[in-house]
């Protein structure tokens, strides 16, 4: 992978990427971005929590919105909060090497925040989520990031099971709706994306 590839096809399309090899100087770089007196919504991200993102946040000032931050029953609230932040922040399930973001959700917070709604958008994401085309980005998403999120949720999918998608019809699926984004939609304002030199996330 031509990692000043990827930057480059980034910028094309529109994008504002930055690359770092290590993830201190990547949250850093964050957290400098986003002024104190706004808000984040944050999505369901591994990488995100597993960096303590939306903690550094909240201890900056920043209002964030993230349901893995409340009680179950206010998790519908926050989702709506998160979507009309100032700022709202995820990973991604993969990104290609031409720059296009595939994302699958189970309800579809995420991936309506990704691209309506909040107008200023900071996607972090290990290398390990790069992928060479888009027919292996959603295979990816399908196969890699999909079973180990049913898993670690305990979602009762074949994909939990056998570690591969089988396109199932089950109650707990949380592939409901896919998402690939080619460019910034013209509602957004800015689309940041931060790329870390790293193996982050599913």
């Known amino acids: 992978m031509d990692i000043q590839k990827v930057i480059g096809n980034l910028k094309r399309r529109g ?7 290590n993830s201190q ?3 850093k770089y964050i957290l400098d971005l986003i002024p104190a007196s706004q808000s984040v919504g944050i999505g369901g991200s591994m990488t995100v929590s597993g960096l303590s993102l939306d903690k550094k946040l909240q201890d900056k000032g ?7 931050l409340v009680a179950p029953e206010l998790k ?8 009309s932040a ?4 995820s990973s991604t399930n993969a990104l290609t090497e031409d720059g296009d973001f595939v994302n699958i959700d ?21 290398v390990n989520k790069i992928t060479p085309d888009l027919e292996s980005a959603i295979a990816r998403v399908r196969n890699v990031a999909a079973p180990l999120n049913t898993k670690r949720l305990g979602r009762n999918t074949p994909c ?18 896919t998402l ?5 939609t013209k509602f957004q304002q800015q689309v940041h994306v931060v790329i870390i030199n790293e193996n982050l996330g599913y």
């Open 86 to 89: 100032d700022w709202y922040m």
């Open 76 to 83: 519908d609230k926050v989702y709506q909060l998160a979507g």
């Open 160 to 177: 939990a099971t056998s570690g591969e998608c089988c396109y199932c019809d089950s109650p707990d699926c949380i592939c409901n709706a």
């Open 180 to 184: 690939i984004s080619h460019h910034p």
């Open 106 to 126: 189970g309800s579809a917070n995420r991936i309506s925040a990704l691209c309506f709604g909040v107008k200023k958008v900071v996607y972090v994401l290990g």
């Open 62 to 68: 920043v209002t964030v919105y993230s349901h893995s």
């Open 15 to 21: 994008f504002l990427p930055a690359y770092f090899d």
């Open 25 to 27: 100087d990547a949250c």
